[in-house]
């Protein structure tokens, strides 16, 4: 049976279950799923297609083949070398890593296989990670005299200052157990529990009212950046906000007359 053609196939597949959870899958296993020009244009597109939607709850970011992505297609870099076209890549992959971040809902990385450079920076941009105990994590730019610069920013938000340096100065793999010590991600299953693993995240999530999860992952990010005065007067802000909604007015009162909470989103 004739295969199809891989320009006629979408870079990335997309599912959408009832509960408003979005699966992504980057299909290009033949190229390790590499953040070339046409996987970061359906990336985008997908991402920006969720931030739309207000009936979505939780992306599942996966990957087909052994990779779950090897960073930036090198090959597609050096065909046309120019610092123009190399700064206008990186933008357009940090717009991508930083459309993740601003969505509205968790973004929970799927890692089946290797995530190098740029893919090791995906999952790093996800809010959440669940990995393979086959899986393994580098920076490895510095390997053919790039160094990881971009994907540095996001690595070192999620790992140590001195964790993150060597692993960008080094290029040196990390096994599945070693990302988790060092808080790049969450849980470490075996393949065959992968699915499991992510759903029982899934299902804590979509439990929640959206409208908690929305501003607490707004606020968690904004106030990571700013000054620890600054970040608690922006939280007691969101906290009374949150407060307000009927979602939590709800709660509230649920806890205090001892019964569950009767939320519609």
Not at 67 to 78: I, Q, S, T, V
Request: hydrophobic share 45%; net charge neutral.
């Amino acid at each position: 049976m004739p295969q199809p053609d891989s320009a006629t196939v979408p870079f990335v597949a997309r599912e959408r279950d009832p509960r408003g959870v979005v699966r992504l899958t980057l299909d290009r296993p033949q190229s390790f799923n590499a953040l070339g020009e046409g996987m970061l244009e359906a990336l985008q597109a997908e991402l920006d297609i969720v931030a739309r939607d207000d009936s979505a709850r939780v992306v599942v970011l996966a990957a087909n083949g052994k990779a779950f992505c090897a960073g930036h297609d090198l090959k597609e870099m050096r065909a046309e070398p120019s610092q123009r076209g190399y700064e206008k890549l990186f933008a357009r992959c940090s717009r991508m890593m930083l459309a993740i971040q601003r969505l509205p809902v968790p973004v929970i990385a799927r890692v089946q296989g290797i995530a190098t450079a740029a893919g090791c920076q995906l999952v790093a941009a996800c809010d959440l990670a669940v990995a393979a105990n086959t899986a393994r994590f580098a920076v490895s730019g510095v390997n053919f005299g790039l160094f990881c610069s971009t994907p540095s920013v996001a690595l070192s938000r999620n790992v140590g200052r001195k964790a993150a340096f060597e692993m960008l100065v080094t290029g040196d793999f990390i096994s599945a157990d070693e990302a988790k010590e060092r808080g790049l991600v969450n849980r470490v299953v075996a393949v065959e529990a992968l699915d499991a693993e992510v759903e029982s995240l899934v299902a804590a999530i979509v439990s929640k009212p959206r409208v908690a999860i929305a501003m607490g992952k707004q606020l968690f990010h904004r106030q990571l950046e700013a000054d620890v005065e600054s970040a608690y007067e922006d939280a007691g802000r969101t906290m009374a906000a949150n407060m307000m909604e009927a979602s939590a007015l709800e709660g509230v009162q649920a806890f205090i007359d001892k019964r569950q909470p009767s939320w519609s989103g």
